[in-house]
């Protein structure tokens, strides 16, 4: 399952990547394989 079938709330474990800009991009935050990630969804609305 790809990262953005995830839906808000849901868990999964990185398997691999797949593009090599990207996964660098992760690994440097820590998104390693075999780590747990939830999706976490925070929308800010401003009212004017």
Same mark, same amino acid.
């Given at each position: /399952? =790809? @990262?953005? *079938?995830?839906?808000?709330? *849901?868990?999964? &474990?990185? =398997? #691999?990547?797949?593009? @090599? #800009? /990207?996964? $660098? =991009?992760? /690994?440097? /935050?820590?998104? +390693?394989?075999?780590?747990? &990630? !939830?999706? &976490? $969804?925070?929308? +800010? !609305? $401003? &009212?004017?």
């Amino acid at each position: /399952m =790809k @990262l953005s *079938q995830l839906r808000p709330g *849901q868990s999964g &474990i990185i =398997k #691999e990547f797949t593009d @090599l #800009e /990207m996964s $660098v =991009k992760l /690994m440097e /935050m820590g998104c +390693l394989p075999g780590e747990l &990630i !939830w999706l &976490i $969804v925070l929308l +800010l !609305w $401003v &009212i004017r």
